[in-house]
């Protein structure tokens, strides 16, 4: 049964940084294009960032460049996404997603992506 599960999430002080990890399941994830979607509340969910299969550059929507920085580790089936100098405007849900690397290999539409973790929560307050 194909499962990906976010963690690492948490309440943050501004400026503070955070580690989030995505474990997944069911297929391999060498196979297939990982990545990173955040929804703040009563906002669209947008992309962050994306890697796909053998391709060790992550890309990045523009408001996430600087600040993210997207890794796999495909021998243990875990993407990361590492975010620093948190802001408030960085609070909402962190979702991993995964879809096959054709025809688009790499697209920041929540609309491509056929598999979803279930989030994890990021507040960023002080």
């Known amino acids: 049964q194909v499962q990906l599960v976010e963690s690492g999430g948490g309440l943050v002080h501004p400026g503070g940084s955070l580690k989030l990890s995505c474990k997944l399941s069911g297929f391999f994830m060498a196979y297939g294009t990982v990545a990173w979607f955040r929804q703040a509340p009563g906002k669209p969910r947008e992309g962050v960032s994306c890697m796909i299969d053998g391709d060790g550059d992550a890309h990045y929507s523009d408001s996430a460049k600087g600040r993210f920085t997207m890794s796999r580790d495909n021998r243990q089936n875990t993407a990361y996404l590492q975010i620093t100098n948190l802001n408030p405007e960085d609070t909402a849900v962190y979702y991993c997603?995964?879809?096959?690397?054709?025809?688009?290999?790499?697209?920041?539409?929540?609309?491509?992506?056929?598999?979803w973790g279930q989030g994890t929560q990021v507040t960023v307050s002080s």
């Open positions: 997603a995964r879809r096959s690397p054709f025809p688009d290999p790499c697209p920041l539409t929540w609309g491509d992506y056929s598999s």
